[in-house]
């Protein structure tokens, strides 16, 4: 059985979403800015929630769900990068956009200091914190079945999960990129990332695995 980790729905798989989302903001400070950063759909959503406002302002999508949720909502994406991780990501912003006033919407813990790292090479940014995210707590009668592989989304997912349950050595995990590999703990051995960068590419990698053990 493939368990799913993420509020997304899909079907062919069993969801069990590790994170509930709280908008902890009701205003956005669009002053002295010119482009929003967005790093997750959910901060897209928070946004729309907030002020329909943003979708007057160019768009930094990291992720191609992202990316899908700005336009889904009437946004525009001017720059959306290959590679979505940490120091990297940091870089290719600063590349094109040294120039830019960029507001960075964001949830309230991130797994790495983008506005530090800008400002220190000379790029303005302003943050605001627009939501939060808390682990969903599950009785042990949900503990993934034997032989399961466990589709992780985010770090968050991974935490989230090794607080309500423990990892079975029968157990695979299909992890959607390297950032969020990092989280895994030691006791998981079998570890596969998917192709590319999104839930359908984790689905893909899960059906694999289970059909090679077949």
Not at 43 to 53: F, G, H, L, P, T
Not at 130 to 153: H, L, M, R, V, W
């Amino acid at each position: 059985m493939i368990y799913l980790l993420s509020p997304a729905k899909r079907e062919g798989v069993f969801n069990l979403p590790m994170i509930e989302f709280k908008r902890v903001a009701d205003t956005i400070d669009f002053n002295g800015v010119d482009t929003l950063m967005f790093t997750s759909k959910q901060a897209v959503v928070s946004a729309n929630s907030i002020d329909k406002r943003w979708r007057e302002f160019d768009s930094v999508a990291i992720g191609g769900a992202t990316k899908a949720k700005i336009e889904e909502l009437g946004g525009r994406v001017i720059f959306s990068p290959k590679n979505f991780y940490g120091e990297s990501l940091a870089k290719d912003i600063l590349e094109r956009f040294r120039d830019r006033k960029i507001l960075y919407l964001r949830p309230r813990v991130i797994s790495f200091d983008s506005k530090s790292f800008l400002e220190k090479n000379g790029v303005y940014i302003k943050e605001q914190i627009i939501y939060e995210t808390s682990c969903k707590n599950y009785s042990k009668d949900f503990q993934p079945k034997k032989g399961a592989t466990i589709i992780f989304t985010s770090p968050s997912t991974i935490r989230c999960f090794f607080k309500n349950f423990k990892w079975d050595s029968s157990y695979s995990a299909v992890i959607i990129g390297k950032a969020t590999k990092k989280e895994l703990p030691d006791v998981v051995k079998r570890v596969y990332i998917a192709e590319k960068p999104l839930i359908d590419f984790c689905i893909k990698r899960a059906k694999e695995i289970e059909s090679e053990s077949v």
